[in-house]
């Protein structure tokens, strides 16, 4: 009798796919712009990840997780123009610490009020940390930010740095991925469908809220810091709310439900945003109706469409089956 592939093997070979391609990447690529584009997809991918657990896990939509990526961005900018290269790595794991302790006080405060109101009140801090960015030039460069961010040492060849980058965003997202489908990610779930039963059997709706909301943040910075060191630079715009819409858009074209929906709409935002844009003037408004007409005929995201397509075919073998 031959033995099906169950849900643990298949996440294997999921694993070891997603891996093995983006580190075939250098070995591959043609150009070095090929390579920057992984290395944007896989930092985005960290970024939409982590905002999905805010999101499509807890239901708790922000408009200012860009707060905690630029926060994650500066931290290594400004230890490196100040303090040198050397700080590079150090800068990480401090800008880490700040944002986690960042999240956590402005946490207590938003978590207290839900739905539209607890969206404003983000949008609303990340927006003051932009303008505050903006206005302080003779500290963060203004709008002209910092460039000629390096890494120190061996990380400074884009290939090394490439791979460092990987090595951190997987082992990031399999954190993510054992939190979401743990007893904790079980509760976040039962928060978003009835907090009021979960606090009728005895849980704090707003301790795990504000616990999600923290490691969302954590490696929404995270994502940040590892942009600093791809693009050398960093810019106000990080901070900036239309960086928060593009991870939400991100999410909802990915598929909210599914884990590595978010991933696979970076994924394919940027393969278009960079297609479209190298061919007419006119990107914008061709990425618009695209991505407008990919929601309109994939409401589950593409991955979810996947997903439920799956689903349909089992059932019908199933069927012919009896």
């Known amino acids: 009798m031959t033995m099906k592939p169950g849900p643990k093997y298949s996440a294997a070979v999921l694993w070891t796919l997603m891996i093995l391609g983006f580190a075939l990447v250098p070995?591959?690529?043609?150009?070095?712009y090929q390579l920057n584009l992984a290395s944007h997809v896989l930092v985005w991918g960290l970024f939409a990840v982590a905002f999905n657990m805010l999101w499509g896990v807890t239901g708790m939509l922000s408009f200012g997780q860009a707060l905690y990526y630029g926060l994650g961005a500066y931290f290594v900018g400004l230890m490196v123009e100040y303090l040198?290269?050397?700080w590079y790595l150090p800068a990480i794991?401090?800008?880490?610490?700040?944002?986690?302790?960042?999240?956590?006080?402005?946490?207590?405060?938003?978590i207290r009020v839900g739905g539209v109101y607890f969206t404003m009140l983000t949008l609303a801090f990340g927006q003051l940390a932009w303008q505050i960015t903006f206005k302080w030039y003779d500290f963060t460069g203004g709008d002209d930010g910092i460039q000629?961010?390096?890494a120190p040492g061996f990380l400074q060849n884009p290939i090394a740095y490439y791979y460092?980058?990987?090595?951190?965003?997987?082992?990031?997202?399999?954190?993510l991925k054992r939190m979401a489908y743990s007893p904790f990610g079980l509760m976040l779930r039962c928060v978003r469908q009835n907090p009021e039963r979960v606090r009728f059997l005895g849980r704090r709706v707003?301790?795990?809220?504000?616990?999600?909301?923290?490691?969302?943040?954590?490696?929404?910075?995270?994502?940040?810091?590892?942009?600093a060191g791809i693009d050398n630079s960093i810019h106000t715009d990080m901070f900036f709310w239309t960086t928060?819409?593009?991870?939400?858009?991100?999410?909802?074209?990915?598929?909210?439900?599914?884990?590595?929906?978010p991933f696979v709409g970076a994924v394919a935002i940027i393969i278009i945003e960079d297609i479209v844009g190298a061919w007419t003037e006119y990107w914008s408004l061709i990425i618009g109706s695209l991505i407008m007409g990919m929601v309109i005929l994939f409401p589950k995201g593409l991955v979810g469409e996947l997903h439920h397509l799956k689903l349909r075919m089992m059932q019908l073998k199933a069927r012919r089956s009896k």
Do not use: D, H, P
């Not at 794991?93 to 938003?110: C, E, Q, R, Y």
């Open 27 to 32: 070995v591959l690529m043609s150009s070095s």
């Open 84 to 86: 040198g290269s050397a």
């Open 93 to 110: 794991g401090i800008g880490m610490l700040a944002v986690a302790a960042t999240s956590f006080l402005l946490g207590l405060l938003v």
């Open 148 to 150: 000629g961010i390096t």
């Open 164 to 175: 460092f980058l990987l090595v951190l965003v997987m082992l990031s997202m399999w954190i």
């Open 206 to 227: 707003r301790r795990n809220q504000l616990r999600v909301y923290i490691v969302s943040s954590l490696f929404a910075g995270l994502a940040g810091s590892l942009m």
């Open 244 to 261: 928060s819409g593009e991870v939400i858009l991100m999410s909802v074209l990915g598929g909210l439900n599914q884990f590595f929906g």
